[in-house]
């Protein structure tokens, strides 16, 4: 039930970002009511934190959001093995922030750790991660527009759909 409730509202709020979508959402009372915010399906799990929680933004808002950003925080689910490549990193890096990122075993062959993206091994790395990014901002910024001009350059969609074409036409020989 939590889990259904958690989809309508996080599909509900990138709906209305669609024409179509938006006028589905005004059509139902029942959408809008599990949609407000005071119905938010995720609780945080410490009181002290639930100020800092905000809903969730999607399309150009989001991408706002990163750019306004000074640093993006990444973490890879389990099934990524070692494997280092989720939207999440092309998102931010491509927005200009400074994506600070999981350590993962085939990163190197994306993003250079320490030019273009800042690496953690650990939660206390991350920590220490985090406050040197805060307490040298040009070396972040510097690291931030490496990191950019990375993505624009050779992780675009048209870059992806290149490779994916390659790896298909491979495939078929």
């Not at 799990?45 to 750019?67: A, R």
């Amino acid at each position: 039930k939590l889990i259904a409730k958690q989809s309508i509202f996080f599909s509900s709020k990138a709906l209305k970002y669609a024409p179509l979508g938006k006028k589905l959402l005004q059509s139902s009372n029942r959408i809008q009511n599990i949609t407000s915010s005071e119905h938010h399906p995720i609780k945080p799990i410490n009181k002290k934190l639930s100020s800092y929680f905000k809903d969730p933004v999607f399309g150009i808002d989001m991408y706002q959001k990163l750019k306004e950003s000074y640093i993006t925080f990444n973490i890879h689910i389990g099934a990524a093995k070692t494997s280092s490549c989720n939207m999440r990193m092309f998102e931010a890096t491509g927005a200009g922030t400074c994506l600070l990122t999981d350590s993962k075993q085939k990163l190197p062959s994306i993003f250079t750790p320490g030019k273009e993206v800042v690496v953690y091994e650990n939660k206390e790395d991350c920590i220490e991660k985090v406050k040197w990014l805060i307490d040298h901002p040009d070396e972040r910024d510097q690291i931030a527009n490496r990191g950019q001009q990375k993505t624009l350059d050779q992780h675009t969609i048209y870059d992806r759909s290149e490779l994916l074409n390659k790896i298909i036409k491979q495939s078929i020989r």
